[in-house]
């Protein structure tokens, strides 16, 4: 199949964001919104036609590309580049055992225009070269590495007109191996992978099935796998679990409060929701979790009891399978 590329248009009706098929491969020297028919930036559009809070992100004239001559650098997908501060691991005595930092997946930093290099998959690999440093530091400083990846999902509903399933599982194996070169080597027993679909306040009726590409993301050389499960789109989908065999030494962390609804989840339902997952998974292979990110979604106060009755739901739910 030819490669997708950006055009980063919305239809609110059906919350879905579209990319356009390309033609075909890049010739050398020529940008992929070259080959989009209409508009190809965020600017081009209608105010409010693009998905809020994202549009300064996906403008090209700020975007930087990776390169390798610079490892001191990191290369953030805003186009900034900033120097590398080295993460450090501060424990406060008898509150946490370890600490977590966030990083990004190739396949999502090489949203970013390519401007560069002569394709897109090029381009994906180009990242995973300059990511792996980035991961490799926050490792060595004795912190679990959290890759947060929405593109794996979320890509299926920006493509305009809808492949098939066939290509697009092809399309995301590429990101998906760009992945485990940059992980290579490392300690990904404290890797965790993040999967969501976009988090954004919409209706999500065009999300892709987890069934779909559950076994892509167990793909990954991870030790955990984070998921929303709390969510009124994607909660039925623990069942999944009954038909997937979770690899030896591998755990999840499905979300059981939400980002979604500024209803503070019960905690006998978050109990529940754990208790499910144990049920398929075991006991000992679950870890209690948000669908996503709170900040910045919900009001700190309402994110803040959300995290406590997770506390309560999990205290519970261990009492009885334990």
Aim: a neutral charge; proline letters at 6%.
């Amino acid at each position: 199949m030819g490669l997708l590329v950006p055009a980063r248009q919305r239809t609110l009706a059906h919350g879905r964001r579209h990319l356009h098929a390309g033609a075909g491969p890049l010739e050398p020297g020529q940008r992929a919104a070259d080959q989009l028919p209409g508009p190809s930036r965020l600017d081009d559009l209608p105010r409010g036609l693009h998905r809020p809070g994202v549009g300064h992100r996906y403008r090209q004239e700020r975007h930087r590309l990776p390169h390798h001559d610079r490892p001191d650098r990191l290369h953030r997908a805003r186009g900034r580049t900033h120097r590398r501060r080295q993460p450090q691991a501060r424990r406060r005595s008898g509150r946490c055992r370890e600490r977590l930092h966030h990083g990004a997946l190739p396949g999502s930093a090489a949203r970013v225009a390519n401007e560069y290099y002569a394709t897109d998959e090029e381009h994906i690999w180009a990242w995973a070269d300059a990511l792996r440093e980035e991961y490799r530091i926050i490792l060595d400083a004795g912190l679990v590495l959290q890759i947060d990846d929405p593109s794996i999902a979320e890509n299926w509903d920006q493509i305009n007109p809808e492949p098939s399933l066939e290509d697009y599982r092809a399309f995301t194996r590429i990101r998906v191996e760009a992945l485990n070169h940059a992980l290579e080597g490392l300690d990904t027993s404290r890797v965790r992978f993040h999967l969501c679909w976009g988090s954004w306040h919409g209706p999500h009726t065009t999300d892709i099935e987890l069934r779909h590409i559950v076994d892509l993301m167990l793909d990954i050389d991870a030790g955990a796998y984070s998921f929303e499960a709390a969510n009124a789109r994607h909660e039925h989908e623990w069942t999944v679990w009954q038909d997937v065999t979770l690899p030896d030494g591998k755990v999840i962390v499905p979300g059981v409060v939400g980002h979604a609804t500024n209803v503070v989840e019960h905690p006998d339902l978050v109990a529940q929701r754990i208790e499910r997952f144990a049920s398929v998974v075991g006991r000992e292979r679950v870890i209690a979790g948000t669908d996503c990110g709170l900040g910045g979604r919900i009001h700190p106060q309402i994110a803040a009891a959300k995290l406590e009755s997770l506390g309560e739901g999990a205290r519970r739910a261990s009492a009885k399978l334990f």
